[in-house]
Structure formats: C-alpha cells, structure tokens
C-alpha cells in the first residue's frame, strides 16, 4: 500500500528552496520563474524560508501580500508550495527589543545581531513571537490548495548557553534525577575531584571557564541541548496544529548532525526530511556516496515511510573547501538515488542564485545569467523527465531484514571520553564501513536504535556500542534469545545511560553471558601500526587502531591475534545464545573480517540482494515495493561504464519500456525497472 | 629629467632608523655613531620614531633637548635627518587618562595599555594629541637644515572596532549609499536570511559574535577601515604642512598588506616608502625575490616617480620564523635591487641594535658587540661605497609600456567570498606569476588599476579582476577600442563594487563583446588534479586550480581542454575589438601560456627588454633614466656565477670604469652601467 | 650511610593514590582493597588528595570519620599512609562563597567553578581556608603510626592574572628593581616603543590585550607566578610544621614542568617526588625513556638524597593522545628503572579505577573489573616482589662526578625570546640530547644549576646558557679556574637575568676569556638544511638549525665549519683556562660531536662507567650506594634480548641469588646485583 507525503498530491516533488522576496522589486522574474519552472519539469517550490522581516517588517504588523501572490502563481502554474515557518532568523526589530532571543556562547559572550538558526531555543518572547506569526501563517494558507506541507524553520541547530537556558537545563537534570541530588552525585561521580552537587541549584553548564571534567554532565547537557531544540520545535508545531490539524509537518535535517539526537526529533514529525551535499568526485568520493546512501536510509527508518530529499546543489555547493562542478549525469543520479532510497522528492537548494550575500555562488536551477540555457539547467530538466517517467513509484516502501544501529547518545558518550585515541573516535566512520558491505551486494538495510523493536529483523549490527542502558541489555538479550543474529565490536557495554562504568567486567551484566567473553583490556595503537589476526581458516587480517584483549568464556574463537603480546588471544568469536547467534569482534579493521562473516549470512539467513549477482565495485541496486509491485534501482558509481550486468531475471526498464535481464549503465547512471506482471 | 626627494640633498640616501633615546644615560654611544655612520658610508638617520614618552614625558611637557642635540649632531657629522612624528606608539600617560584611545577587539575586549600601532584612529582625543606634537616638532625642526623629509608615524595598520569607530562607519556607509537605506538594501541584498536594514543606525560591524554573512558589509567596513587610517594620516599631515608647507612627508608602507588600500593612501604622500623583508635564500627564495621586486614597482608606480626604501634588514631580522643570516653580498644586492627599480635610498631598520625588548634580535648596522669589526657593519659599508659610486642615477626615473593591475578591493571581495577554493583564492600569488615572466626578460612593468589611465601602456594585465565597477569596465573598454592589449584570466567580472554579482552573464555587460566569450561556470580543482589544454599549434598545458567552461561568442579560440567533461571547449581566447585584442584566459596554470603569449606580443609590439639577450634564470636586468642618460642594472639571483653574459651593446662600469659588452656576475652580485655618450 | 624518607618506615614504598572516598557507600569495597593490598605486595597507601568536599561539606562542618576509618584500616592491614592536603580542588561552598578563589584567564575572564589545580594562591581566603583544614588534619594524624608523611596539595600549576595577583606581582618587581622605577626601565629596555614606567603602579601583567613586547616584564611574571605558588606551599607547610614539625613534607611535581622553578619550590620540601609517565613504545619511545631517566637524575639531585615516584600509571593512562597498553614487563621496568635512579618507592595512579568522571579510563592496580584476576594486576604484584627482595637498597644514595646544568630562567626568556627559530628554541631537548651520552655510557650524572657548587664535579655541561647573571659567570670562572672542565654551546651568555642583552660582544664579560672566543653571529638554518663540520682528525659532522659564527681569540679549534659561507671558521674549540679547560660547541648536532669529545673526556677524568664494557643501544647500567655496599642495576630497554653482557666483575643477582660476571637480560628487563664482600 502506498503512502503518499500528501494523499491531495500523490507524485514525486520536484523543486526546492525559492526566495521571491529577494527579487521583490523586479517582478517580471516571478513570471518567469513560473515559466522556468514547467520548463525544468518542476512542480513544487518551497517558500517562506527566512522572509520574516519581509512578511512583519514591524512587530505585529504583517504584510502577506508578497505570500499571496507567489503561491498563487506557482499554483496557477501547476506547481504546488511547501510552506515554512519563518523562525530560522529573525528580523532585526526582534533581536533589537528583545535581546533575550540572541544566543550566549560557552565563554559566556552576548551574540549580536546577524546570522541565522542562532536563537535561544528557550526564551518565552521568541517562541511567543514565533508562534504568532506561524498561528498567522497557518490561518492564513493553511487550507490553499497550493500548499501540501509545512516546512518548520530550517535546520535547526546549534547551543545556546544563556541564563535562560541554564535554568531550564537546572530543571531537566531535576527531572532527570528524580530530584534526588544523591542520584546525581552517584551517576557524576562527582565526588572526584570534591566537585559533590548540594542542590540541583549548583548544576552549571559544561564550560571552559568551568567544569569539563564530569562526562556526565557534558553528557546530559547534549541531551539537554537536543531536547530544547525538539521542544522548542514542538512549540513550532503546536501553533500550526491548533489551525491546521491535517496537513503534514517535517523540518530539514542534517545528515548525522551531532548536536540534535534526531531519533528524538524524528518523534515530532510527520514526514523525515533532509538536506544532502556529497562531496562528488572529491579525493574521498567513495566514501561520500556511501555515507550519504546511508543517511538516505537513516531517513527513511526514522519514521518507517517514505521522506524528502528537502536540498540538493544543482552544479555545485559554495561551502565546501573546493567547489567543485557536478560532472555530466551527477546531479540525475545524485536525485534518483535518494528514490531509490525511499524518497519521494528530490529538491534542491536553490531554485534562483541569489545575487549578493554569502550564498551567491551556491548552485542553484537558474543562473544568474537568467535563462534556460545552462548546463545545470539542463541536467535539472533531465532528472525531471526520470521523475514523471517513473512517478507511480512515489509512496511505496523499502524492506529490511538486517539493520545497523545508530546511537546518538552513545557517540556523545564515546566523543567525550578521555581515553582509547583521545581525539577521534570514529563512531560514524566505524559503522559506514560495516553498513558498505551491505551496500555493494544491494541488500536493504534500516538504520534502528537499541530502544526499538528489533524482533523484525534478521540481523542486527551494532559496532563500539560503548553506552548501554539496562533497557538496551535486555534488549539485545531478548532479541538473541529469540532468535536474532546480532554482530558487534570492541567497547560494548562499558558505561550506562550516565557514562559510569559498570563494575564486574566488560560488556556489561548479562552481556557477557550472551556473547560469551570477557573483556579484559583494551590496546591503542599509534597510526600506522596494525596487529595481525589469523582466522580459524587461516585467512589474514590487518587489525589498527583498537584491540581488545578478550578472554573466551563460552563462545566459540572465530579468529585470533597472531602479532603482540596477546598473540593467541580471541579476537573474533561467536556465542550461540538461545535461538541466537552474538558475534564479537575485538578488534577494528578495514571491514574484511565482517565481510566474510557477512558472506556466510547472507546463505545462512537467505538475505535478498536486490540483483542476485555479484556487483562491481561502487555499483549498487535497491528495492522499492508496496506489497503489489517492485521497483528495482541499479546504481553505477564505478568511473566507468558497466554492460551486460546481469539483472537475474527480466524486468523492465521504466523509461525506455525495453524488457531485459541485462542492463548497460553508462558512468554515473542510473536505471529504473519495474517487475513484469 | 630628475626628481629628487628633497632638492636640498640631491643624493641617494643610505641610513635608517636611529633610537637615541634608548641610549640617552650613556651619550658616549651618540658620539661614536657618528664616527661610525661616517666610517658605514651612511648619510641618514630617521630620528624620533616611538620618542613621544621622551619629547613628552607628562601630558603637556615637553622636552625636546634629545632631538635638538642629536639632530645637531647628525648634521655636524655630515648626515641628514628623516624626522618622524611619533604617533606609532603611545605614553602610558595617555593610554591612562584617555582610554578611548585604546582599541577595541573584534570580540568587543578592550584593548589595554602595551603595544604599538594599536590606537583607534577615530578617537578626537588622540588625533588633537597628535596633532599638538606634530605641531610643536614642525615649528621647532621644520627650517633645520638637517631635516628632509617627515616620516608620518609607522606602519600605519590594524583595525579597531570600537564605539567611536563604529559611529564613524555608520556615517561612512550612509554617505556611501546616498543616505537612501533602499539602495544599501539592494546592494547588499539584505533580504537574503531577513536581514534587512531600517535605517543606517542598523549597521553594525562585521563580527564572529554577530554578523558575517553579508559580504557587502564586510567589504564597506574594509574599505572604511583602509580610509579612517587615511584619514588619520591626513590629520597627521594637516598639522605639518600648515607649519612648514615644503617638506616632502612620506610614511613606511609593508609592501601588499591587506588593512589598506595604498592607492588611497598613496594619494595623500609626497614620497612613497616601504619596508623590505625578504627572506632571502628560504624554501620560497625565489617567490621571495619576485614578490620583493614586484612591490618595488608598485611603491615606484604608486607616485610615479622615485621612491624610498624606508626599512631593510642588516644581517637578519629577528621576526622570521627562521632568522637566517644574510649571505656575503646579499645586503648589497638586497639594497641596490631597491636602486634598480626607482629607489633613491637604501635604510635599515635598525642603525644600532636594542639591548632589550622584543627586537633586541633584529639585525642592525651596529651590533651589541659596539665596533665597526663586524661582518655586517662591512657589508654595509660596501653598499654605502656603490651607492657613492653611482650617485649621479639619484632623482632618475623608469619608463615602463607594460602594466599589471593590482586591486586592493578586488582582493577583499575575491578574498571573502564563498564559493571556488574557499579559504585562499591567491590573487597575489596569481599575479606574481604573470609579473614573473616579464621580470624573467628584463622588461620594465608599472603597477596600476582600471581606475588610473591605461592609454599610456600597451599591454595591460589584469588577472582574476573579479570585481568590476562601472568605471572600471568603460576604462577597459576604451582601453582595448583604442588599440591596446589587455589580458585577463577566469573570474573576470562576476560583481559590482558592492560584491553584488552581474546579471545577464559573465564577465559584466559589454566586456562579453570586448572578449567575444561568456562564461556560463567555474570549475574548481582539488590540490593535485591537473586539466589537459592544447593551443592551436598543439603545445600542451596543464591547469590547476580553477577552470571555467566559457563559450567563444565571436573570440578566436587559441587553446582548448584536452581532458574532463569540458574537453573540446575553448580554454584560452583573444577576440579583436576596435583597434586593440582582449585575451582571455579561463583557467589557472603556473605562467606557461602566458610566457608563450607574451613572446609573441614582445615581438608585435616591440617592447624593450633592458638587455637584448634570453637571460639566465633568476637573471634580471633593469633600465633608469632621465630622458638624457640610461643606466643599467644587472642583478643575478641565480645561485651561480655568471660570466660572459651579453649586454647587446657597450656599457661602462660605474664603478669599476670598465666599458665592456659583456659582464661577469659572482652569485648575488648586481653590476651598474651607463650608457656611453 | 642510609637516609630513608622516614626512619620509621625503612622500606621501599609500594603504592599511590587512593580515593575510598569515591566508594563510601560500598564499603565492603574498602575491605576488598586491603586484602588486595597485600595481595599485590603493596605497602602504602596516599589519601586525601581532593577529599575536601567529604571532610568539610560545609564550611567549619567537618567529618573525619572517613578518613579515621581507612587510615586505620590501611594500618591494620600493614601499610603506611602518606596523607594529602586536600587544596588541590574546592568545594563548592567556597568558590561560591569567595569568588576571589577563583583564577582570571590571562584575557580577564573569571572562571567558573569546577576543575581542579585552578585556585588563586594568593587570595588570603584561601590560604586561611587551606591553613585551617591543614591544621586539623595535622592535629588529628600528625601521630597516627600509619602516616609517615605529607603530601601537599596535588601538581601545584597554573596562572592566575586576577587583581589580587597583580597586586602582589607590583609588589614583587618593586622589590626586584629595589623600587627604583629607573632600574626597571633600564633593565627592561622601555625606553623601546615609548613604554616607559613612571611608578610601579604603571606594572600591569603581559597580556595578548596588552603588553607582550618587553621580555623582561614577560619573565618577570615567570618568576612571579613560581615564586607565588612556592610562597602558597610555604604557607601549606608552615600550618602542618607547627603542629607536627617532624614528619617530612613533599609535593609531586611533574617533570620538567614549565611554569614552576622547581629549584626554588624544592628548596621548602624535605623530600622530592614527583609524576612519571612516559609514553612506553610510542613512535618516540627511545627519547621518552631518556628524558624520564633524566627527570629521575633531576629529582634525586633536587634534594641530593633518595626521592619518591608518588605517581605513574598501571597499564596504560588516558590522557595520551593514544592510550597503549603497557607491554608485558613494562610495569615492572618502569617502576625499578626510578629505583635505579634513586627513588625509594614506586607508587601508582591510582589505585583502583573510578566508575565516572574524567580520570574513569586511566590505568589502575585494581581495574573497573574488581578483582585480582587482571594482568595489570598481577604485573603490579611481580614489581612488589622484586622491590621485597632489594629492599635493603632502600635509602641509599647515588654518586656523580658529573653534572648536567638545567636552568628553568634560561629555558623561559631562551623560549620567549624573538629570533633564532621563533617558535621553539628546543632548549630541553637539547639538553637530553648531551645526558643521552652519559646515559648511553652508564655514567652516572647529577643534575645542578650555575647557582650551586660545581666544584665536586669533575664535568659540567650546560648547553645553550643564554641567560647568565654575574654571580653564574663567576662561577663558571672559578670553577674552569679551579681545574674543572666545563662544556657549553652555541647561545652563551647573551644576556643578563632580566634579558637585557650584555654589550661589548658575546658570551658576556669574561666569559670571552674563559672560552677564549667572540661569538659574532648566529646563523638559524630551516628544517633539513644541514651545514658539515669538519674535526682536527678529519671526521665530519652535520649541524642543524643553529650555527654559530665565532673567532677564536687564544682557543683550540677542535673542529671547523667546511660548508656554507663561513666554511673554515671554528666550530668547536677548547681553552685551556686556569687549571681547567672551557669547550665551546657553535653548532647544535645530533649529539655526535659531544660523544666523541666524551670519549676522551672518559679516559682522561677516568669517569666511571657502571659496566666497564660498551654498552648495546638502550641498555644502560646504574649504581646505587651508602659507602658500605654498591648495588647494580643493569637495564635492558633495546627491544631485543640480551645474552652473556659482562657485567666486568662478579656481582650478585639480589633476586635468584645467583653469582656471575655476566648478565642476560629479556627485553624490558632490568636487573638488580649487590657487589660480594
């Protein structure tokens, strides 16, 4: 069954960021805009982004006027309007007469005036003004036909370390302990030091000038950061609500932005949305494709449905250290992979460059040079072509049965610890690599958190997963217990939700009797060094970075150290554990260890590659369905062309019409197929 | 027919700063300088740099008997006196009972007492300070017969964001943009992230803890702070021309440093003079030794006329981070090179090294070993006998039919501007190369920009010249219908003189017709990749860093990409308009294609290279003259001896007496000819 | 004969910090870590460190329970306490109630309460506060049979720029320059940049918002803040001396810490000790093994009797940018490698592992895990049963005939001083570079200043001296006069003790005539630039960064530069000078030219080499003694096994009891042999 982002408009969307007040005094560009549009096979533009000064140039005198007359046009044109709120940066009567909405930094300075997504999540004013002006916004257009969704603020981000939010994060610590300052103390270890709380009064922000040494509280002060940004997003979506119950909600996100636990987010939502700038054809070009591939199925997870590509650079980007041209076909294949991913938008950032201010050489559909007579232009209309071509894909799903786990919370915990390599922990990194095994042999995979259901799955990955709470035990418990085949690494289980070491050895509790080890320490090794590991079939694998000297307790050693000191010590081991199987892997290395586990799985559990070939190198394949129909996706990041690969069976290719079992792609392309009925 | 900088002393200057003041507790060092300037070949002291405590130990006290008695002295000895004024650094008097004099940081600290060159150059009370002394040191040395010039203050620089500042550049702006707050607006497309201006009370400073984003500010508060520090020269200037009207006065620039815009301050000098500090025979040795030779030029183009080397370094400097002695013969050649290029002095920094504080280090004519038996004392004293040797080329000229635009303003915007390599765009290395290879050849360049006029010169170059006023593109544009050359690069035009880009297409308005192209995108390069170009005639280069995919709209097409996504389009243009030819050059390349143009042009055009010979590398040759003698330079930098070069004709050794048509140069060894009558 | 650090405890200390505090609520843990105690043959136990908050919740409330208890358990159990003051960190009621404690950042900013080793010392608050928690731990333990020591506060460190500080750093300078303002303005050389002071009121702190440019204000507030903290110590002692005047007092300090004069602030303590952790097998392995022996050498000469390792790390540490575990053995090597040095403990940080906060991950005796079952535990065990059997080494002492001079002024105005290669002068790295040749030999080697008595050496070595007062140039003087041999280098004697720079030519004063040159100039190489030195016999070696151009003036020359300009001048000359003889190296190398000259240093002084046989590379041999018996210890640190090494003679291994004139030594193992009767 098909789940449409609006059941009024039921196709994919193409468009994106459109800022018409920017040319307010030189209409004759809307009108061609509109033309532009149809021309480019778009059909929606996203308006309302940062033009607050323009619609309340005074408090509490507002002028729609230019509102009015855009999205009637786009309608008129046969476009449709996603809406925003206006609170990603304020006017300036704002900042002027309530100085509590500006931001205070971790050294305790008063921000001025300017920029954007820096205001105080807290202050009662700003998010009094904000909800005037949206209650305004949504009574106004909340029921134009034009307008399918609501786009809250934009990207929300940042901290803010004012005296206003210091009182509220006194009183989410209050929560969090129960009010019992003897519980805080306990979960701070606060009395290293001599630094014991007296009352929730003495909490204080994370700081320079003060405290950095409690990793509880730098901790909770994430969370709480994370916390007011989604309350405060709330408040953003309370306003609307209260007029217009029915039409859906999003905001864009970031990738893995650090700052906002977006699993927490993502609850507030009704559609997941993000913004997505890879680095193409960079020095680390691979390794930017497979982590967006990976956010593209982080947003999917995150509310188990189809989402939108919200931005895009058509051309190029002007933030990155070198802006670089998107070759011939990036950006077709840059849009249709988010669809193959689940998406049903590809939009992009921005429709019209501006021509002054700090984004004026970011890419966007129109060139300043004002004509449809670009190259860019051109590669846009392309990827509008595709996107008719195949639009009875649009609100179909994607299923998984292997998923990785991403933990916010846990790569807080980790970031911050003192210890291992100081610096850089490589969570992401860490998981990307054992997420791109999955990817280049096309199988689907979600992205969950160890507070989910996991009883779906068949596989469950969950590496340097240092922060377990007694849920998160019991959990990853139940779920082998039950049948589930569960892979991890090195630093599981060392810390609770409160970064306070469990006592009694590592992994924690009970886990070490579902993976049947103990681990007794953990090596670091300076850059460059590796340890060898010999598997139990003699095979060789390179370890760096981290060894732990594990000691079998029960599981079965799958492989072993065959360099230092602790040359013959387990460094891959399996635990059969009720129905279940619970991998260990105590060492890092570049991926190869868990790919040939990975290789033994996929017969074992019968996992479905979406080609049932093997793929070359950087070329992939994904699956759409809705229970009725399959849609399959092949993907080609190779560099170089691919033909005759082969695709298992026929299908049939949705632009073309041409039936085939083999595909040719050219570098950097991308083929749609539906089955054969 | 010569200039000199002062009438009254019709000679090459060689000297250099002197504190006697750090001495005044022991003035038997005052006598034995003056034996020891006589025994260096010296003839100049610049006196009363940094004095104020000492001529003004309490607000209102003066004591002027150091100067009366030292200036008498150097007199006595033979020598003459720069007289400086000595705002360079303050008393504690003044720091304390008038803090408003102290700057403000960008992140709103209050500067404190220490320093120097760290004034706020709005504060009435330390201009009316300023302008008391000024005053008192013009009526009592103005009519000195030792006394020939004023030295304004010291390297003027810095920025300060204080309140007085702040008010001043509101004020700026306000009469920048006409007092119409709309056209600020406009101009720096404020509406962008809502942050329209009201009224020009808005305007704030650019600032980490406030506004960043709008790149029209940040270069109007450039622009303000190059023209306030102008301003306060000129009140400086004010004070010391109403007293004694004749003096010429001058003041140390630092070569292309960024706060100010030379041009401007150039305007209000009689004489320009500048602070030479290369870092002679470093990893860069040879970058260094261009970029010296070509702020030579610029301080020669900036008057138009002889100029003065304020500061160089006997020995070492002590701010380097490697302080590397100066090889035998490189003081001489350091200071003649100035001579080659228009120089009419060669001055240290310092005469007699400090005892204490931070330059105790730096290198001085006089070492705190006291003697004249020190190795550089002798290297010294052998410039000072050429200098002697040569006198007669003082008050000479340079006559030059090539120039190179050097825009302060360009750089600003190019440099703050989002989008291509983000962090350095290397305006001033990109221009080096193209001086390079006319210096390569011994052909004399000026240095100009499009607001100067352009007729007088042949061939014009103007590379990377991003921003483009209305002016400026007229000035081209008469330039080449009139007949001249002009050659650019990529980015030519993308904006106006408010950072604002160019509709319709690039370069701006007509200068598509003047260059016969459009260019439709820029294309930027990680460091390490290399595009292919062939020319016509099938030579190939290789472009790094930045290349744009131009279409020829009626230009010849001279060289084309030869690999990526572009290959096939034109590369390197020359389109004939009017009576002249525009080159057009789309991409970055180390100086090839350019080397290769410029051969032809010497040949079309006939330019005059100072020995008709290819030179050896890192050999140049340099030509002054009076319209009835020419002397020559020869300069080798090439880190071998030379011998047997061909100076095309007969020329006599000014100093050895020698005519000859050849010569023989050790390794950094510079050789004087004049022209046989 | 023996001095031990308490008669009333003759043993070997084997132990560290502990903070049964951390589990108060789990005591049955405290009754575990006394029978581990003994079980890890450890012996003593250091507590109190940061346990202020439990001792004095609030102020004038104060709990000794806890401390009543584990003191008398550690007693019971058969160990010792060395019991802390607890100023190392706050509570929070006094930072609340006496913000004054609380340190200014060197921009103005108060800091906040939280971290540790942070405190004003001088706020008068806190040292009443301090004094009275002192005086009350010293009346209840100062007779308590288990304490035998005090261990002050915890790393004394940091700077403090608040108003209470600059008030008492007038003070100081006043006193300094005898309150004669114009003797400070002499010395300072302030006349520079018009920075002259009219009172001592003008004396503000350096300040990157103010003054950095007089380098004797700079050093000034060196010596200030060392003198400070030393003062606060003293007041520290004065509390618990008058109370219990007999038990010695100590202080860990850290290496060659650079903020504290380590010579000043151990002069107040009656035993040194100090924190030890060297990065074991990391890339620079080698030179972190020999800069810990050199600290060892330093602390035993600080007080020139046995000393205290109070703090190094089981396992590994956390706080490294890679935390390696420490191999097998490396526990052990490290504990008696201090041994050898002089120590008479080898004690740990800490003694069982935190669950929370920032010290959670470092290295413990008894681990998160709980029990004795760990190897790190187990490595702990095997040190104490060595440390059993030699323990009638225990308060024996260790002869030099040679010392190394290390001067923390000369290291602060040497490192602040602007020329040379700016940013690091290597000053310490150099010095380890002449131990290291000692070291190589088994020399024994003391560690001195030119402030102490030379005269019981036969070899002084002080490399790059730049800073020489008069009384350490007289006391060069007499001691070459009197027959010693003194090795020194390029850098000498430039300056005076408040880096004012010496007229009349380098070294200063008559130094010229002890080493019998004039050092004319400097020359600073870049990185990989290299200059050959050739020796009388022919041999060749390789400067580095800093040449020296000097004459000799009645000295040897012993080698000659034989490349680069100043080719054929001296580089290495010796004068013979009174009875004795004056080296003066003007280059720095790698250590080659030293070595050689130490070759013949050797046999001509008849030095004493532990083992009178070549040693292989990082082995090396130290002798502890009382006059009655000698003990070796031979230590192999190579990284391969050493077989049959002739120890020369026969000796005892104190261990198996067996009797050899050879040794055979594993890998990072040392062992320990007493001469036979």
């Known amino acids: 069954m098909k789940k449409y982002i609006n059941e009024k ?47 309340e140039p005074e408090e509490g005198v ?25 609170s990603g940066a304020r006017p300036r009567w704002l900042a002027e007469k309530y100085p509590e909405v500006l931001r205070v930094t971790e050294m305790g300075e008063k921000k001025k005036y300017g920029g954007r997504h820096n205001h105080c999540y807290t202050s009662p004013v700003y998010r009094e003004k904000v909800r005037i002006i949206n209650t305004k916004l949504a009574e106004r257009y909340g029921k134009h036909p034009a307008v399918i ?28 302990y129960h009010n019992d300052i003897n519980e805080l103390n306990t979960q701070w270890w606060s009395t290293f030091w001599s630094h014991n709380y007296r009352s929730f009064d003495d909490v204080e922000f994370p700081s320079p000038l003060g405290e950095k040494s409690i990793h509880g509280l730098t901790l909770d002060f994430k969370r709480f950061t994370s916390y007011q940004t989604t309350d405060f997003m709330k408040s953003e979506i309370a306003a609307i609500k209260a007029v217009c119950p029915d039409l859906p909600v999003t905001t864009n996100m970031m990738g893995f932005y ?61 933030w990155h250290e070198y802006n670089k041209l998107k070759r011939p076909g990036v950006d ?33 559909v129109v060139d300043h040079e004002g004509t449809e007579n670009t190259r860019v232009f051109n590669e846009v209309k392309k990827t509008g072509a595709t ?60 992205i969950t958190n160890l507070h ?15 922060m377990v709470d007694e849920e998160s035990i019991s959990n990853i418990e139940a779920y082998v217990r039950n049948g589930g085949i569960f892979y991890t690494t090195y630093m599981l289980g060392m810390v609770n939700e409160n970064d306070l070491c469990y006592l009694g050895g590592f992994p924690a509790k009970n886990l070490k009797d579902v993976f049947g080890i103990w681990n007794e320490e953990i090596d670091t090794l300076y850059p460059g060094e590796t340890v060898k590991i010999v598997g139990a079939d ?55 260890v868990w790919a040939d586990i990975l290789d033994t799985l996929v017969s074992t559990l019968g996992l479905e590659e979406a080609i049932p070939t093997p793929l070359p190198n950087m070329v992939t394949a994904h699956i759409r369905e809705d229970g009725e129909n399959r849609y399959l996706f092949v993907e080609n990041y190779s560099g170089t062309e691919i033909s005759g690969l082969s695709l298992g069976k026929e299908w049939k290719d949705m632009e073309s019409g041409e039936i085939s079992n083999k595909v040719d792609l050219k570098d950097f392309d991308i083929k749609i197929f539906k089955n054969l009925l």
């Open 9 to 55: 408009f039921p196709h994919f969307l193409h468009g994106g960021d459109y800022n018409p007040e920017q040319w307010i005094n030189t209409k004759e560009i809307w009108d061609e805009d509109m033309r532009l549009m149809n021309l480019a096979n778009c059909n929606e533009m996203t308006v309302g982004i940062f033009s607050w000064a323009t619609i």
């Open 62 to 86: 507002f002028d729609f006027s230019f509102l009015d007359e855009i999205i009637d046009k786009v309608y008129a044109a046969g476009g449709r309007v996603i809406l925003a709120t206006p």
């Open 149 to 176: 969704a609501w786009h809250l603020s934009n990207e929300y981000g940042g901290v803010c370390y004012c005296p206003l939010c210091e009182a509220a994060f006194k009183k989410f610590v209050a929560k969090r």
């Open 258 to 318: 650090d700052t906002i636990n977006y699993w927490e987010m993502g609850e507030e939502l009704d559609i997941a949305s993000w913004d997505s700038y890879p680095q193409w054809h960079s020095p680390n070009h691979e390794t930017q494709i497979i982590s967006t591939a990976l956010c593209h199925d982080f947003y999917r997870s995150l509310k188990g449905r189809s989402y939108l590509l919200m931005e895009s650079a058509p051309g190029l980007v002007n």
């Open 332 to 364: 077709r294949v840059n849009g249709l992979m988010a669809i193959a991913h689940g998406s049903d938008s590809v939009q992009y950032f921005q429709w019209r460059k501006s021509r002054g201010s700090s984004e004026k050489f970011h890419g966007a």
């Open 387 to 446: 996107l008719k071509a195949i639009d009875e894909i649009c609100g179909t799903g994607v299923v998984s049965r292997v998923a990785i786990v991403y933990d916010w919370e846990n790569r807080w915990a980790l970031q911050d610890a003192q210890g291992f390599q100081r610096r850089e922990k490589k969570y992401t990194d860490t998981l990307r690599t054992y997420y791109k095994k999955l990817w280049s042999r096309g199988i689907s995979v979600d």
């Open 452 to 466: 989910r259901d996991l009883s779906k799955y068949d596989l469950v990955i969950a590496p340097m997963q240092y």
């Open 538 to 592: 003699g095979k060789e694998y390179s370890a760096v970075d981290n060894c732990e000297l594990i000691h079998a307790r029960g599981a079965k050693v799958l492989a072993e150290y065959a360099s230092e000191f602790y040359a013959g010590r387990p460094a891959l081991t399996v635990n059969e554990y009720g129905k279940g199987k619970a991998y260990y892997q105590a060492f890092r290395d570049d991926g190869s």
